[in-house]
């Protein structure tokens, strides 16, 4: 019940200001600093870093070997990460990563399972994550290939960067390729049930209505974007784990270089 208050409140205090300086009307910056003195709000503080490690300690370490030993331990994770997610259960035993069915059918799916109809919505859920497990298959390649790529500016960003910032990295790279590699597979799986057809055709009415978010108006589309997330999710809990236990890299080089990062 406050928030028309506050709001007509801000109106006041600005146009106040605007008023009040004539000369620096268009002045923002001003404005803004004003404002909060007003409001007892504090100025921002500069945007905070990712929290990474100091380039010294990297001393004694060639690029040649920096870089090396980092592609031989993102190897490992990305596909540690796709393996994990390509194997039955990947996707629909994992609570982390598990694609529920898009919000526009969550009181469908209520209703369903209140008048003893749970498995239809079972069946689709178990599907959705069944084609999210084979399209992952298809990541490693591409995931490698952009390892292969990296430069050594790309790896020392990555080494004294913040918990994900080979994940990050990845997904610059590859997130366009993987959606595109992904989207088949997805569609192949989800031609077993007759229901995904009638979905896209009521989604899409839905979404030109404003009633369902666009980017949920497809279910193949939807359950690509879930594979894509999972993914990426399962790669940066690697990237963490290796960063934190460096001794179960793969190779002398990489286990000193994140040992040394670790310390």
């Known amino acids: 019940m406050r928030k028309p208050a506050l709001r007509v409140r801000s109106i006041l205090i600005a146009a106040s200001l605007l008023v009040l300086t004539p000369v620096q009307a268009l002045d923002l910056g001003g404005l803004v600093n004003k404002l909060e003195k007003l409001e007892g709000v504090q100025a921002a503080s500069a945007p905070v870093e990712t929290p990474g490690v100091s380039p010294t300690a ?32 990947g996707f629909l035993g994992n609570d982390k990563v598990r694609i529920p069915l898009p919000e526009s059918l969550k009181k469908l799916e209520s209703a369903l399972r209140k008048f003893g109809m749970g498995k239809y919505a079972d069946e689709l859920i178990t599907t959705m994550n069944r084609a999210a497990e084979t399209a992952v298959v298809e990541a490693k390649p591409l995931l490698i290939s952009a390892v292969s790529k990296m430069t050594v500016a790309d ?9 994900d910032a080979a994940t990050q990295y990845f997904r610059k790279n590859t997130e366009t390729a993987l959606g595109v590699k992904f989207k088949p597979v997805v569609s192949k799986s989800m031609k077993k049930v007759k229901f995904a057809d009638k979905y896209d055709q009521f989604a899409g009415k839905a979404a030109r209505l404003g009633l369902v978010d666009e980017k949920d108006a497809n279910l193949d589309d939807y359950i690509t974007r ?15 784990s290796l960063r934190e236990h460096p001794l179960e890299a793969v190779g002398s080089m990489a286990k000193k270089v994140f040992s040394l990062l670790r310390n």
Do not use: P, R, Y
């Open 155 to 163: 790896a020392k960003g990555i080494l004294l960067g913040g918990n």
């Open 58 to 89: 990297l001393e004694g370490i060639s690029n040649k070997d920096q870089v090396g030993s980092l592609k031989q331990a993102l190897t490992q994770g990305a596909a540690a990460a796709v393996a994990g997610l390509a194997k039955a259960d």
């Open 226 to 240: 879930k594979a894509m997330d999972g993914l990426f999710l399962m790669m940066a809990e690697q990237e963490k």
